[in-house]
């Protein structure tokens, strides 16, 4: 009787263990569920543009011609920490070049949140690589959305060209 | 005019009834003067005016005698106001009331028009107007107005061999620890125009800017620490693009506006070359590249 109640107790609480395991496995995986919009990204620690052509790919001509290039790329640093990689690159030397609204978003209550918005340019280059990093809250989908920007002025009438891009998303957890 | 007894109770009344300030009062008077000197001839009041200079040479002590010439104060008193007023008139407004100011203002307005429909006309379709080739009748006349974008500054300039820019360039991205492909050859007079560096912690960038007064040539150059972050280099997405070889390597060259625009990577480095010169001279550039 002893024994039996013993093995009883046992397998309760060792069932209890697992049944408590679960669902903190379940949350490290993004308890948030999965995006229901954007691209996963293949590598977990390198999440690239989907508009990015300074590779190739969609670079296509178009009347203003003020940007040549764009790339956006997302990479997983030590920690949790994400790096963001972004180019913009001139047909020529612009009065104006950059990010407008780069937006860092976390995928949270069935949408995509900006964690932070912020812009950057470069007065007078033919081009503009950034870079920037931060450390995120873990278990939760992350990526990169941002506007490139190309300015150039011309008497009073300024000429200017965007080209919106996003990164495909990655966890971090 | 003399003051009679009437003009002296009056005073007196107002001095000893309003209990005033001698000096208010005499301010109160003069601010009177200058307001109906201020309207329009039709509407002055003249009487009050003469009334109130009387008043003020009573309470200031003086006497207003028939040698008093009120007209002649009048008339003194109306052009110091006038001047009084036109100095305080804003600037602008007095310049505007210059002679020669519309047909200045018409011309200036015409040639912002011009400047304005040219922009647009440039921004639209990528074409200046002052492009244009003019036709007159039955004998073609025809003036070209500007220089093409493709020539270079002297026009006959031909890309060769540029070893001493080359050199310098090799020289400048050594200092870095970087040896990306670089072009041996370039038009002769053609400068470093602007060279950048930056570290990142993905990355190294190298921006080159060279040219003359009229062309130019950009290079961006990524140097990845983790060449498993060099994406490949894909065919654009349309067809209106040439493929190059660069010893071994895909190009792909395509027309923006003025500018040729070309990628490509040796797996080392991830290149965007643009370029303002014509096709010919553009490929010849490119094929050039060598470490």
Request: net charge negative; proline share 3%.
């Given at each position: 009787?002893?024994?039996?109640?013993?093995?009883?107790?046992?397998?309760?609480?060792?069932?209890?263990s697992v049944l408590s395991v679960s669902p903190a496995y379940a949350a490290s995986k993004g308890s948030e569920g999965t995006p229901t919009s954007g691209v996963r990204s293949a590598d977990p620690n390198h999440a690239v543009g989907q508009y990015n052509t300074v590779n190739g790919g969609g670079?296509?001509?178009?009347?203003?011609?003020?940007?040549?290039?764009?790339?956006?790329?997302?990479?997983?640093?030590?920690?949790?920490?994400?790096?963001?990689?972004?180019?913009?690159?001139?047909?020529?030397?612009?009065?104006?070049?950059?990010?407008?609204?780069?937006?860092?978003?976390?995928?949270?209550?069935?949408?995509?949140?900006?964690?932070?918005?912020?812009?950057?340019?470069?007065?007078?280059?033919?081009?503009?690589?950034?870079?920037?990093?931060?450390?995120?809250?873990?278990?939760?989908?992350?990526?990169?959305?941002?506007?490139?920007?190309?300015?150039?002025?011309?008497?009073?009438?300024?000429?200017?060209?965007?080209?919106?891009?996003?990164?495909?998303?990655?966890?971090?957890? | 005019?003399?003051?009679?007894?009437?003009?002296?109770?009056?005073?007196?009344?107002?001095?000893?009834?309003?209990?005033?300030?001698?000096?208010?009062?005499?301010?109160?008077?003069?601010?009177?003067?200058?307001?109906?000197?201020?309207?329009?001839?039709?509407?002055?009041?003249?009487?009050?005016?003469?009334?109130?200079?009387?008043?003020?040479?009573?309470?200031?002590?003086?006497?207003?005698?028939?040698?008093?010439?009120?007209?002649?104060?009048?008339?003194?008193?109306?052009?110091?106001?006038?001047?009084?007023?036109?100095?305080?008139?804003?600037?602008?407004?007095?310049?505007?009331?210059?002679?020669?100011?519309?047909?200045?203002?018409?011309?200036?307005?015409?040639?912002?028009?011009?400047?304005?429909?040219?922009?647009?006309?440039?921004?639209?379709?990528?074409?200046?107007?002052?492009?244009?080739?003019?036709?007159?009748?039955?004998?073609?006349?025809?003036?070209?107005?500007?220089?093409?974008?493709?020539?270079?500054?002297?026009?006959?300039?031909?890309?060769?061999?540029?070893?001493?820019?080359?050199?310098?360039?090799?020289?400048?991205?050594?200092?870095?620890?970087?040896?990306?492909?670089?072009?041996?050859?370039?038009?002769?007079?053609?400068?470093?125009?602007?060279?950048g560096q930056q570290n990142f912690k993905i990355k190294k960038n190298l921006s080159i800017d060279l040219g003359n007064n009229s062309d130019l040539i950009t290079i961006n150059v990524d140097y990845y620490y983790d060449r498993n972050n060099i994406s490949i280099v894909k065919a654009p997405e349309t067809s209106d693009y040439?493929?190059?070889?660069?010893?071994?390597?895909?190009?792909?060259?395509?027309?923006?506006?003025?500018?040729?625009?070309?990628?490509?990577?040796?797996?080392?480095?991830?290149?965007?070359?643009?370029?303002?010169?014509?096709?010919?001279?553009?490929?010849?550039?490119?094929?050039?590249?060598?470490?």
């Amino acid at each position: 009787m002893l024994k039996k109640m013993s093995a009883l107790f046992l397998s309760l609480l060792l069932a209890f263990s697992v049944l408590s395991v679960s669902p903190a496995y379940a949350a490290s995986k993004g308890s948030e569920g999965t995006p229901t919009s954007g691209v996963r990204s293949a590598d977990p620690n390198h999440a690239v543009g989907q508009y990015n052509t300074v590779n190739g790919g969609g670079m296509s001509p178009n009347a203003t011609g003020l940007i040549a290039t764009i790339g956006l790329d997302l990479y997983r640093g030590s920690g949790n920490t994400l790096i963001l990689d972004g180019t913009t690159n001139g047909t020529q030397v612009l009065n104006k070049i950059g990010f407008q609204d780069i937006s860092l978003q976390r995928w949270q209550n069935g949408q995509w949140t900006n964690v932070k918005v912020w812009s950057t340019y470069k007065n007078d280059s033919s081009s503009y690589s950034y870079e920037y990093s931060t450390t995120v809250t873990p278990g939760y989908d992350y990526r990169f959305v941002a506007t490139h920007y190309g300015e150039l002025d011309w008497l009073f009438i300024p000429s200017i060209e965007t080209h919106y891009n996003e990164t495909s998303y990655l966890h971090v957890g | 005019m003399r003051c009679d007894n009437e003009d002296i109770r009056i005073i007196k009344k107002i001095l000893s009834e309003e209990k005033l300030d001698g000096k208010e009062k005499i301010n109160e008077l003069r601010a009177q003067i200058y307001a109906e000197l201020h309207k329009p001839d039709d509407e002055m009041d003249c009487d009050l005016i003469d009334e109130n200079i009387r008043t003020l040479f009573l309470l200031e002590g003086g006497e207003y005698d028939d040698h008093v010439d009120a007209e002649a104060g009048l008339k003194k008193a109306r052009k110091m106001a006038e001047e009084r007023a036109k100095a305080a008139q804003p600037k602008l407004k007095r310049v505007m009331q210059n002679r020669f100011m519309k047909p200045v203002l018409a011309a200036c307005l015409t040639l912002v028009f011009l400047f304005s429909a040219n922009a647009i006309v440039a921004h639209a379709t990528g074409n200046s107007l002052l492009d244009s080739v003019v036709k007159f009748g039955r004998n073609y006349i025809s003036f070209d107005f500007t220089q093409s974008n493709g020539r270079t500054a002297s026009g006959q300039e031909t890309v060769s061999e540029n070893d001493a820019l080359y050199q310098e360039l090799v020289k400048k991205c050594k200092e870095f620890d970087l040896s990306p492909l670089l072009p041996k050859s370039l038009p002769q007079d053609f400068k470093i125009l602007n060279f950048g560096q930056q570290n990142f912690k993905i990355k190294k960038n190298l921006s080159i800017d060279l040219g003359n007064n009229s062309d130019l040539i950009t290079i961006n150059v990524d140097y990845y620490y983790d060449r498993n972050n060099i994406s490949i280099v894909k065919a654009p997405e349309t067809s209106d693009y040439d493929k190059l070889d660069i010893h071994g390597i895909d190009v792909y060259l395509m027309k923006k506006s003025d500018t040729y625009v070309s990628v490509f990577n040796d797996g080392n480095y991830v290149y965007n070359v643009n370029s303002s010169l014509p096709y010919d001279e553009t490929e010849k550039v490119l094929k050039s590249f060598d470490y």
